[in-house]
């Protein structure tokens, strides 16, 4: 199978379950933020993070390639994916994670910015990806996607941001506070 089909130098693209949509709408631009963030966990994984935070990483990677394949869909039609959807025990499981992952972090006094460690810093840029992702999701004229999809993003990029500063520690690499203009 040849990997294009020119189907879409009109501006359109298919959508599982038969119909299409413009490149341009709400809901491409979603599921394609999903798909970005779903690349910058893989490219965060080549980072050497260590093992426990990849297994979780791999996990979620499946997970927005079927929250994806979900957005992809003909609203109404996604029985016909044949797959389990992302539900309200996925979210937990983030939460899980992210308990998990504070066991080994001082708690927060003050903001931090982006940075630290090479690993610190690509999970920092995929916490912000997500929440262009969230924010996407919300915008969808269509259909509105359901609220698992919604609560499983928020607390994806809660965990993001616990995992980088975990990044942080497990380097030797202190956070980067943020210390307002004026102030010392």
Not at 58 to 84: H, R, W, Y
């Amino acid at each position: 199978m040849k990997i294009y089909t020119k189907t879409g130098d009109d501006g359109t693209t298919g959508l599982f379950g038969g119909g299409r949509t413009k490149k341009a709408s709400s809901r491409v631009d979603a599921y394609g933020t999903v798909d970005e963030l779903n690349a910058t966990l893989g490219w965060a994984r080549t980072t050497k993070l260590d093992p426990w935070t990849d297994g979780v990483l791999a996990s979620i990677q499946v997970d927005l390639f079927t929250l994806g394949a979900e957005l992809a869909c003909v609203p109404g039609k996604e029985d016909n994916l044949g797959m389990t959807l992302v539900a309200d025990e996925d979210a937990t499981r983030l939460e899980l994670a992210i308990d998990e992952a504070e066991k080994g972090l001082e708690p927060l006094k003050n903001f931090v910015l982006p940075g630290g460690s090479p690993q610190a810093a690509a999970l920092h840029l995929s916490r912000t990806v997500c929440r262009r992702a969230e924010r996407g999701i919300l915008a969808i004229d269509d259909t509105p996607a359901r609220r698992e999809v919604v609560t499983y993003l928020n607390r994806l990029s809660d965990l993001l941001f616990v995992l980088a500063r975990l990044a942080n520690v497990k380097a030797g690499v202190a956070d980067v506070p943020w210390a307002p203009r004026g102030k010392a």
